[in-house]
């Protein structure tokens, strides 16, 4: 007995819960409602299943996924031109002061079961508690203040690891942990790195050396992760050298034999359909495709869309819900009218630095080599310390008003307020007023620095395949830089009514004046590491940007940026808390129909959303079975 369930067997269950989506949040929701043997649970995933696949659980293997269509959708956005309004772009011709030069960027998300966290980096990041407790002033919603959601950061990780004190932390290994503010029985595994490049350690040490606010957190989980440390990441160490820790092991694998649950995977939902009978419609059914046909699925309770940032509202508006003029245009009718479906994505922007280091300097580059990726082979497979065992270990958030100088600061300032000034609606003026408050708070983690020992292609943002590849014959050392609470808002939108047909992707990449100013300073600090002792000493030159470009010239780092820039692969709020889904995740104006994914983030948090994702998946959870109580 096995929770993969054929065609057959699925279409003859009678189901209380649906899920569209396998992914990190569907999958948790899942295991969670199936505790209660009581309901049957079903989840439709488009990917395959996947279980056992060595690319997925081998953590260093993640360059070989994102970009290959065997475990990624490959969508790509519209190109990225800025400005929308034909007034606006018409200034702006042969001026390229917006947008990323017409790039069409490719949009990863796994194609597997378990969605992205099958794909992602495995970076374990829990943004501020500052931010969250925003959500409930934007929103209104204090349930998802910080404290609403810290039970279920909790909830989800079983760590591997333990306190060290905070001082070896600092001077050793800079791991900011203390075990209070971590789960150590949850499904998903963390741990920090068991190896890591030897210019990771002189990153850190520049860092402190320079002033930049690289002094760790008591924990950089707590709450508060100002400063630079070694980054937990999802990867589980309790057996064997290292495999990734993702929904489908953490949430499914322990959960196989449960008779209430069933996934059927390659089912490709197209719609759901509401029962228009009432007042206020029902989500009564949906339809999907798998072996050719297309057949239709009831739940009793209620549907539940786990389907991502880009499938949920596309789903929604494929069901007849969001904009009318947008479903008019793409032939749908509006069953339900709310004009901020498939508003308000918002993505992390990054662009990324590479350096060539002097001989002697190992970098991920020299796996490339026979001999050497054998023996990382060879000790992976015995449990050993391994490159193959880890992702990405070396992070840090630093606060703009920290290392802005006055100036740039200015400049920053005058971009917000310009920002505000032009707020198309209340809600994106409340939430650009929060922002603006973050930009002078030296407490605020504006922007997200990572060190990769590996080559970067930052022009290929195009194409992932391109951007991630190491380079044989290169030994290289790469920086990515990303803001943390972009200005920049996009769409995402159906343009026809063929489910199989990808929405138009428009996250309108450096469209916002701010993004660029703070993306700008992150490249100036990020080359200033590069040139500062001890770092310097491992650094032959500096690759991207090119070493003759001035590091010094803002209208340089601008032009830079703009060919430089794409996705951190954190897109989310596209079906947001207050504006699409009301405090208790159901979409307004829809009875029995609820949404558990990134797309409910109403304003962006700083770092990477796995972690943040799992924890809404959690609450989402105990949610549904209070509701069930009161049944």
């Not at 786990?306 to 789903?315: D, K």
């Not at 590849?469 to 990515?480: D, H, K, Q, T």
């Given at each position: 007995m ?25 999958l948790a ?6 505790e209660n ?9 488009a ?9 997925i ?25 800025g400005p ?21 960027h ?20 829990r ?6 407790d925003d959500?409930?002033r934007i ?18 990780e ?15 290994t ?10 150590f029985?949850g ?8 190896w ?9 040490k ?9 002094t ?17 990441s ?6 064997g ?5 993702y ?6 694998a ?5 008779r ?5 995977t390659?089912?490709?939902?197209t ?35 786990a ?7 596309q789903l929604?508006e ?7 003029d ?13 004009d ?5 994505l ?19 580059d ?10 990382a082979?060879?000790k ?23 290392i ?7 400049k ?18 409340a ?16 922007l997200?620095?990572?060190l990769?020992?590996v080559t ?38 159906v ?13 309108r ?47 340089q ?37 609820r ?10 948090v ?6 943040l994702?799992?924890a ?16």
């Amino acid at each position: 007995m096995s929770v993969i369930s054929t065609h057959e067997e699925f279409v003859h269950t009678s189901f209380d819960y649906l899920i569209v989506g396998g992914g990190t949040a569907g999958l948790a929701v899942a295991a969670r409602l199936s505790e209660n043997p009581d309901l049957m649970i079903g989840v439709l995933e488009a990917g395959s299943a996947r279980l056992d696949d060595l690319a997925i659980l081998t953590p260093a293997a993640f360059p070989n996924l994102v970009g290959n269509g065997k475990y990624d959708w490959l969508l790509k956005t519209v190109p990225q031109v800025g400005p929308l309004h034909a007034d606006q772009w018409k200034a702006l011709m042969g001026k390229k002061k917006a947008g990323t030069r017409d790039t069409v960027h490719a949009f990863p998300r796994g194609k597997a079961l378990g969605g992205s966290s099958a794909i992602n980096y495995m970076m374990y990041v829990r943004g501020q508690a500052t931010e969250y407790d925003d959500w409930a002033r934007i929103t209104g919603y204090n349930s998802w203040a910080w404290s609403g959601l810290k039970p279920y950061f909790l909830k989800h990780e079983g760590t591997t690891v333990q306190a060290q004190t905070h001082t070896k932390a600092e001077e050793d290994t800079i791991r900011a942990f203390e075990n209070e503010f971590h789960g150590f029985s949850g499904p998903i595994k963390t741990s920090f790195g068991n190896w890591s490049a030897p210019v990771e350690e002189a990153w850190h040490k520049t860092g402190r050396k320079m002033g930049l606010q690289w002094t760790p957190p008591k924990d950089a989980w707590s709450g508060s992760h100002l400063g630079g440390y070694s980054n937990l990441s999802t990867i589980d160490r309790t057996q064997g050298s290292g495999t990734r820790s993702y929904a489908v092991n953490g949430y499914i694998a322990p959960n196989l034999a449960r008779r209430n649950l069933k996934v059927l995977t390659e089912a490709a939902v197209t719609k759901v359909v509401l029962d228009q009978k009432s007042e206020t419609p029902i989500a009564a059914s949906l339809t999907f495709i798998n072996e050719g046909k297309e057949v239709t699925v009831s739940a009793k309770q209620e549907i539940i869309l786990a389907a991502g940032v880009v499938q949920t509202p596309q789903l929604l508006e494929l069901s007849g819900i969001g904009r009318h003029d947008v479903l008019k245009s793409a032939g749908l009718q509006c069953i339900v009218q709310n004009d901020m479906v498939g508003e308000q994505l918002v993505d992390h922007p990054v662009t990324a630095l590479s350096y060539d280091l002097i001989d002697g300097e190992f970098s991920l580059d020299q796996l490339t080599k026979e001999a050497i990726l054998g023996e990382a082979m060879r000790k992976y497979s015995l449990g050993e310390e391994s490159p193959l065992a880890n992702g990405i270990n070396s992070n840090a958030f630093l606060a703009i008003a920290q290392i802005a100088t006055p100036d740039e600061l200015s400049k920053i300032n005058e971009a917000v307020q310009s920002a505000i000034d032009s707020a198309p609606d209340k809600w994106t003026r409340a939430e650009r007023q929060i922002l603006a408050e973050r930009i002078n708070d030296p407490l605020t983690a504006s922007l997200q620095l990572a060190l990769l020992p590996v080559t970067l292609d930052p022009a290929r943002f195009d194409d992932q395949t391109k951007l991630l590849a190491p380079g044989v014959g290169n030994n290289r050392c790469s920086i990515i830089v990303a803001v943390s609470h972009p200005f920049s808002k996009g769409t995402i939108h159906v343009h026809c009514q063929d489910p199989m047909v990808p929405p138009h992707i428009d996250p309108r990449y450096l469209q916002s004046r701010v993004d660029v100013e703070m993306l700008s300073v992150g490249l100036r600090v990020a080359d200033e590491m590069f040139r500062t002792k001890p770092l310097a000493d491992k650094v032959r030159s500096r690759v991207f940007p090119k070493a003759d470009m001035d590091m010094g010239d803002p209208n340089q780092r601008e032009a830079y940026l703009r060919g430089h820039t794409g996705t951190e692969y954190h897109p989310c709020g596209t079906a947001a808390l207050g504006n699409v889904v009301d405090e208790s995740l159901m979409v307004l104006g829809v009875q029995r129909l609820r949404v558990v994914d990134a797309s409910v983030i109403p304003s962006h948090v700083s770092g990477n959303i796995g972690d943040l994702v799992y924890a809404i998946a959690e609450k989402a959870a105990d949610l549904i079975k209070n509701d069930v109580k009161k049944q």
